[in-house]
């Protein structure tokens, strides 16, 4: 929440939690976006592209991006 007021961000909200995998904020220059998630950073990534692509947007970029890898514990 921090980093999207920081960013500038005035609606800012929850959309997607993340738990052992990485999530990212896909956006278009229109104001859409998505929230992907997959088991790897490029996979997350390649799938919020492939999402607003396929939405007909052709400037698409990741806005945020991050992981939650598991920590082993001994």
Do not use: F, W
Request: charged share 15%; with cysteine; net charge negative.
């Amino acid at each position: 929440m921090s980093d999207c007021a920081a960013k500038g961000g005035t609606n800012c909200k929850i959309e997607i939690t993340y738990y052992n995998q990485c999530a990212v904020v896909v956006a278009a220059e229109d104001g859409s976006y998505n929230t992907p998630s997959n088991a790897t950073l490029d996979g997350a990534i390649a799938a919020g592209i492939k999402t607003c692509r396929d939405a007909g947007h052709s400037n698409c970029q990741v806005y945020y991006s991050a992981c939650s890898l598991p920590v082993r514990i001994q």
